[in-house]
T-cell receptor, first 116, second 110 residues
Framework: AQKITQTQPGMFVQEKEAVTLDCTYD???????LFWYKQPSSGEMIFLIY??????QNATEGRYSLNFQKARKSANLVISASQLGDSAMYFC?????????????FGGGTRLMVKP | DVKVTQSSRYLVKRTGEKVFLECVQD?????MFWYRQDPGLGLRLIYF???????EKGDIPEGYSVSREKKERFSLILESASTNQTSMYLC?????????FGPGTRLTVT
């Protein structure tokens, strides 16, 4: 079974509008962390935001926020006031505390395209 | 700033060649990782290392090996490259929280 599922292969959003990128996860580990990374066309992976499974509040970093719904096992990324530079691939990832090496498991990604 | 560098951005090799992909990090991180990235599949873990000379298989280790002789350097080796190993290869090292990634090597095997 997929541990991280991103159901939107591609999305368009109008510049200055908000957009939500979906991510659902599957784990039996009570302690885990969820990450979002951005990958522009240049290829580098840029860390955006982190949510711990025990965090009481949803994480926010500037225009990025994470809509964490633990019971539904979802960790959607919300980007407010989209900019042209937000056009990129976005990856959701999970780290389960009990896995050796602290590795990340990634979803298939969502390509976001911001229209001017 | 953490820096993770990879030896090549683009590489073209022939089937059967031995290929070395090098990765160096400058933050004294213990954990390092090699992923491959394919469209629609996201990043998949090939191997990781949690210390010098220590390595563990990831989800797709077949056809690959790794070497970690020094803490800052983690090498991925394709013993005999095949066309199905054409992909983007990303190296990462783990800091306190997140993983820091190198710029990637786009490998084409012909």
């Amino acid at each position: 079974a997929q541990k991280i599922t991103q159901t939107q292969p591609g999305m368009f959003v109008q510049e200055k509008e908000a957009v939500t990128l979906d991510c659902t996860y599957d784990t039996s580990d009570p302690s885990y962390g969820l990450f979002w990374y951005k990958q522009p066309s240049s290829g580098e992976m840029i860390f955006l935001i982190y949510q711990g499974s025990y965090d009481q509040q949803n994480a926010t970093e500037g225009r990025y926020s994470l809509n964490f719904q633990k019971a539904r096992k979802s960790a959607n990324l919300v980007i407010s006031a989209s900019q042209l530079g937000d056009s990129a691939m976005y990856f959701c990832a999970m780290r389960e505390v009990y896995n050796a090496g602290n590795m990340l498991t990634f979803g298939g990604g969502t390509r976001l395209m911001v229209k001017p | 700033d953490v820096k993770v560098t990879q030896s090549s951005r683009y590489l073209v090799k022939r089937t059967g060649e031995k290929v070395f992909l090098e990765c160096v990090q400058d933050m004294d991180h213990e954990n390092m990782f090699w992923y491959r990235q394919d469209p629609g599949l996201g990043l998949r873990l090939i191997y990781f290392s949690y210390d010098v000379k220590m390595k563990e298989k990831g989800d797709i280790p077949e056809g690959y090996s790794v070497s970690r002789e020094k803490k800052e350097r983690f090498s991925l080796i394709l013993e005999s490259a095949s066309t199905n190993q054409t992909s983007m290869y990303l190296c990462a090292s783990r800091g306190q929280l997140e993983q820091y990634f190198g710029p990637g090597t786009r490998l084409t095997v012909t």
